[in-house]
């Protein structure tokens, strides 16, 4: 018998400890081997990054809507998405105080989480002043943003990698490889984004 074996080069192997990060996972692991097909270079992309900017995302969309709950899990088009929209940092721009697979991490922090934004919904129902709601929300996003960042630190506005400075999208879009459309290959972009799509991203950038 003739055995072949055919080596090829690749990032470690990562473990997300049944976070239900696979949709960011296997989106990054799929980009890291096509930027290295293009260019040579193994380059190490931060899931933490891409995970922080969802739990962000969901908890503003949680708190637009009543008895709508944080989860885990997604697929690979929303992780196209957020790295068309926000871009993602290499690995070793950005370290989180604890990661999100850590033990007990994921629990404590989705029932925090979830906590809050029952608390909102409830004050949210109970007053009839449209202002004071709005201020409810606004008091209700910066917390449970504080709540994520209170386990992770906060992701860097820029960074400088190799003598140059980026932002998370700057670097996605000057490395990202030829032919890389992200959720185009599925879904033709629309013009121009929503206003409450924008909107949610401004308010995750704060």
């Known amino acids: 018998h003739t055995k072949y074996t055919h080596e090829i080069q690749v990032t470690p192997i990562r473990n997300q400890c049944g976070y239900g990060g696979c949709w960011i996972y296997g989106t990054l692991a799929k980009l890291e081997q096509e930027i290295f097909e293009e260019t040579g270079k193994i380059?190490?992309?931060?899931?933490?990054?891409?995970?922080?900017?969802?739990?962000?995302?969901?908890?503003?969309?949680?708190?637009?809507?009543?008895?709508?709950?944080?989860?885990?899990?997604?697929?690979?088009?929303?992780?196209?998405?957020?790295?068309?929209?926000?871009?993602?940092?290499?690995?070793?721009?950005w370290t989180p105080l604890r990661p999100f697979e850590e033990h007990g991490v994921q629990q404590r922090l989705m029932t925090y989480l979830n906590s809050r934004i029952s608390k909102f919904h409830v004050e949210s129902a109970a007053e009839s002043d449209p202002a004071r709601r709005a201020?409810?929300?606004?008091?209700?996003?910066?917390?449970?943003?504080?709540?994520?960042?209170?386990?992770t630190g906060t992701p860097p506005a820029s960074f400088n990698w190799y003598g140059k400075d980026y932002t998370p999208l700057s670097w996605m879009k000057e490395h990202?490889?030829?032919?890389?459309?992200?959720?185009?290959?599925?879904?033709?972009?629309a013009p121009e984004l929503p206003s409450e799509l924008k909107a949610l991203i401004a308010l995750s950038e704060k």
């Open 176 to 189: 990202r490889p030829d032919g890389w459309n992200g959720v185009q290959v599925l879904y033709p972009p």
């Open 43 to 93: 380059t190490n992309l931060s899931e933490q990054y891409l995970i922080y900017k969802s739990l962000v995302f969901r908890s503003f969309d949680a708190l637009e809507t009543p008895f709508q709950l944080v989860q885990q899990g997604g697929w690979e088009t929303s992780a196209e998405w957020m790295l068309e929209h926000v871009g993602i940092l290499p690995a070793e721009a």
């Open 135 to 151: 201020l409810l929300k606004s008091q209700a996003q910066t917390e449970v943003k504080e709540l994520i960042e209170a386990y």
